[in-house]
C-alpha cells in the first residue's frame, strides 16, 4: 500500500514526501482510514511504529478542510519532550496545511505561560499537552473547548504510570460529549482496557505484535557487582571509535550524575539529563546529542520512552529497568531504520529476576558476557532464580548477599 491509497490530501501527500516517508507503516495502514472515516480508535503500539504519524495525518487530513482556528483536537501527552516532539510532526507533516498547533508543558522558566495563554485564548487547531500544565490553564477559565472533536491520549499506560488518571478525567469533564477519541498505549494492563471501556465508543481495535527489539540490535548483558560496574562502562566505551553515540540509562539522578563525571574525559563528549535540568536546558543536551555534538549522553529514566533519537551506537543500561517494556524501549533507541547497534546491560545480584522477566517478555534469552578477568568475580546469573516477596511487596531472589553501596531510588 502507499500513502496515495489512503486518500490524503494532497499537500498532506507533498509533507509525507518531504519528510522521506515512502510507504506507510502498519499502524498507518490500519488506523488512518479509520480515523478519517470518525471512528474511534484503541492501538496497542510503541514509539519506532509510527504511531504518531498515524494519528496527525488522519487528523491533519480532517482539519485541512475546517477554516476557522477554534480548538479542535487536544492530544495529551505524559511528557514535555513527546509534547514538543509531536508538535514538531504536526509542524512537518502540516507544513503545507493551514492548521495551527501548540505545545503545552511545564518545567520551562515561566515566559513560556503568557505564550501559551494567548495561544490557547485565541485558539489554535490542535493542542499537545501534558496534563498538570493544561489543567493549570482551563482553571483559569479562558480556554474554549466547546468546538473539540478529537481527544487523543497518547502512551497512556505511561500517563497512568505517573498518576495522571485523575488529571485525564479532569480534562474530559472539560469537553464535549460528542468527540471522537483515540487511545494510544505501549502495552495493554487491566486498568488502560478500563480506561478505554469508558473512554471510546465501539473503538477499532489495533495490536501490533508484541514489542521485541529489532533484529538488527545486538544485546547482551554482563554480570556484575554494583561496585564493578562504573570501572566496567569505563573500558567498554575507551578506545571503541565505532560508538559515535552511547546513551547510558541509570535509575536515579545520583548515578547519572556519577557516571557522567567519571566518563567525562577529553575524548569523550560528556552530558548528563535527569528532570534536575530545566527545560531549556534538557532542550539543549538533547539538540547537541541529535546533532551529534555529544558522544555520550547519561539519562535517567526520563528519555526512555517516546523519543526519537536515532543512530544510537550502544545503549547501556547500567541498572536492569523495573519496567520490562522500558527495556524494549531503550533497546529500541539502537538500530532504527536500517541501522545497526548494541544494546548492553549490567545486572547486579539483585536485579536477576527484573531481568529474567525482561527475558520472559522479549521470548528471548540474552548472551551473558563474562567479566573480563581483571574486574575480579562477578556474581553468578541463575535463570532460575528463587524469589520471596520484600518489605516492599517486590520480589527479589532469595539467599544472596547486597552489595554495599547499592542504593536504590
Ligand atoms: P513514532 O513511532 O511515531 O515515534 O515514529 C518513529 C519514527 O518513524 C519517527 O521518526 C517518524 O518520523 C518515522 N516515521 C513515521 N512514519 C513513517 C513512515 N511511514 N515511513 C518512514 N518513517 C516513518
Not at 79 to 88: F, K, N, S, V
Not at 156 to 182: C, H, T, V, W, Y
Not at 338 to 350: C, K, Q, Y
Request: aromatic share 6%; proline share 4%; charged share 30%.
Amino acid at each position: 500500500m502507499n500513502f496515495r491509497e489512503l486518500n490524503l490530501h494532497e499537500s498532506l501527500l507533498e509533507a509525507i514526501s518531504y519528510m522521506g516517508y515512502e510507504t506507510p507503516t502498519p499502524i498507518q495502514e490500519k488506523a488512518i482510514p479509520e480515523i478519517i472515516a470518525g471512528r474511534d480508535v484503541l492501538a496497542c503500539a510503541q514509539t519506532g511504529t509510527g504511531k504518531t504519524a498515524a494519528f496527525i495525518l488522519p487528523i491533519l487530513d480532517i482539519l485541512s478542510e475546517m477554516n476557522d482556528h477554534s480548538i479542535k483536537t487536544i492530544v495529551i501527552v505524559p511528557t514535555r519532550e513527546l509534547a514538543i516532539q509531536i508538535d514538531q510532526q504536526i509542524q512537518g507533516l502540516g507544513y503545507f496545511v493551514n492548521v495551527e498547533s501548540i505545545a503545552i508543558y511545564g518545567g520551562g522558566d515561566g515566559s513560556e505561560w503568557d505564550q501559551q495563554k494567548i495561544a490557547l485564548t485565541k485558539g489554535a487547531d490542535i493542542i499537545v499537552a501534558t496534563p498538570g500544565k493544561f489543567i493549570s490553564h482551563l482553571n483559569l477559565g479562558y480556554v474554549k473547548l466547546d468546538k473539540v472533536k478529537h481527544l487523543i491520549l497518547d502512551e497512556a499506560d505511561r500517563m497512568l504510570d505517573m498518576g495522571f488518571f485523575e488529571d485525564i478525567q479532569k480534562i474530559i469533564s472539560f469537553l464535549p460529549k460528542k468527540r471522537q477519541n483515540l487511545l494510544f498505549s505501549a502495552t495493554m494492563p487491566v486498568k488502560i482496557k478500563q480506561l478505554a471501556q469508558k473512554l471510546l465508543v465501539d473503538p477499532f481495535e489495533i495490536a501490533l505484535a508484541l514489542s521485541k527489539p529489532a533484529e538488527g540490535v545486538l544485546q547482551a548483558a554482563y554480570m556484575a557487582y554494583e561496585e564493578q560496574k562504573a570501572p566496567l562502562i569505563k573500558s567498554l566505551i575507551s578506545g571503541k571509535e565505532e560508538y559515535k553515540t552511547i546513551i547510558i540509562f541509570a535509575s536515579t539522578k545520583k548515578k547519572v550524575n556519577e557516571i557522567a563525571r567519571s566518563l567525562q574525559t577529553s575524548a569523550n563528549e560528556v552530558a548528563e539529563i535527569s528532570s534536575d535540568l530545566e527545560q531549556s536546558e534538557r532542550e539543549e543536551v538533547l539538540g547537541k546529542f541529535k546533532a551529534k555534538k555529544i558522544r555520550i549522553l547519561v539519562a535517567t529514566d526520563v528519555l526512555s520512552r517516546g523519543i526519537d533519537i536515532k543512530d544510537i551506537n550502544l545503549v547501556i543500561n547500567y541498572d536492569v529497568p523495573s519496567d520490562a517494556e522500558d527495556y524494549v524501549h531503550r533497546v529500541g533507541r539502537t538500530a532504527r531504520a536500517e541501522t545497526t547497534g548494541v544494546a548492553l546491560t549490567l545486572i547486579n545480584e539483585d536485579d536477576i529476576y527484573k531481568f529474567a522477566r525482561i527475558e520472559k517478555l522479549i521470548e528471548k534469552e540474552i548472551m551473558k558476557i563474562p567479566l573480563p578477568k581483571e574486574f575480579g568475580e562477578a556474581p553468578a546469573w541463575t535463570s532460575k532464580p528463587k524469589y520471596r516477596k520484600n518489605q516492599r511487596g517486590r520480589k527479589s531472589s532469595k539467599g544472596r548477599k547486597s552489595s554495599s553501596n547499592y542504593r536504590r531510588r
